[in-house]
């Protein structure tokens, strides 16, 4: 009789935990248990007993009617990502200067291996385009401005990787093809930003500049988002400028690590 390895039952119990916190996602805030269940593709009885577990520990809160949510305690961890709260903190007063100058809704997103994710956000108020991401929103590279900006300064095995592999077509305008992509990087390489023309919503357009932090290494990007009909690029490129440079000062004295190579 063989003897399972024992850090096993370890790594299957936190593979199944974080695939009960997988079961949440922006359009999935609150989830019932049968919910939980059947997303995280666990047995009832197993996801149950997971659940408890996370909720003794506060990573999941108990709504009077029973379904679940992410709990305070998971969010007070990931606060402390030092990628992530020193850099949104720094960022978010030009976030809301450049908000107000641009008239357009302001964010700053960092790489997250094959993916950009939003960082911190200011809206423009009620004329704030739908398409603008939230706070924690992970986004496609080769849609979006700011993405195009961290692609393009990624390393080349990042490049390639997302050049080669299938494009996710959003609009008419969206990069659908390698070679065209690798178009859109050398022109932001050149040009030292990133436009998008209703590219990830036919609604929106955006541009973006390259935050730099030690040795000038890209870290983060700043755009701002805007309806596509009223976007001016020459108007809003001297405002994200001068936001990306203020965040950039900040992040050369920070220990702001590069984005991770590899997904």
């Not at 007070?76 to 020193?86: F, H, I, K, M, V």
């Not at 040009?191 to 030690?214: E, K, M, N, W």
Request: proline share 8%; glycine share 6%; with cysteine.
């Amino acid at each position: 009789m063989t003897t399972p390895h024992a850090g096993t039952p370890e790594r299957s119990l936190v593979d199944r935990a974080l695939s009960v916190l997988s079961a949440f996602d922006r359009q999935n805030r609150t989830l019932t248990l049968s919910d939980i269940s059947r997303r995280s593709g666990l047995p009832l009885a197993t996801a149950h007993r997971i659940v408890n577990r996370l909720h003794s520990w506060g990573a999941l809160e108990r709504g009077e009617e029973g379904s679940y949510s992410i709990g305070l305690r998971l969010w007070e961890t990931g606060t402390l990502a030092p990628r992530c709260s020193p850099l949104a903190e720094a960022a978010l007063p030009h976030l809301m200067d450049l908000r107000a100058r641009a008239s357009a809704g302001a964010l700053l997103m960092i790489r997250d291996g094959l993916e950009g994710v939003c960082l911190a956000i200011a809206w423009s108020g009620s004329g704030t385009p739908l398409c603008l991401p939230e706070s924690g929103d992970r986004m496609p590279l080769h849609a979006s401005a700011a993405g195009l900006v961290l692609l393009a300064h990624a390393d080349d095995a990042v490049q390639n990787h997302v050049c080669e592999s299938p494009l996710r077509v959003y609009t008419p305008t969206t990069p659908a093809h390698g070679a065209a992509l690798r178009q859109a990087l050398a022109k932001v390489r050149r040009d030292g930003y990133a436009v998008t023309h209703r590219t990830l919503d036919p609604d929106c357009a955006s541009l973006s500049f390259p935050v730099r932090g030690a040795g000038r290494a890209v870290v983060a990007a700043v755009a701002v988002v805007a309806p596509a009909d009223s976007f001016q690029p020459a108007k809003v490129a001297p405002l994200v400028s001068a936001a990306a440079d203020a965040i950039s000062q900040h992040a050369r004295s920070s220990t702001l690590r590069p984005p991770r190579t590899t997904p």
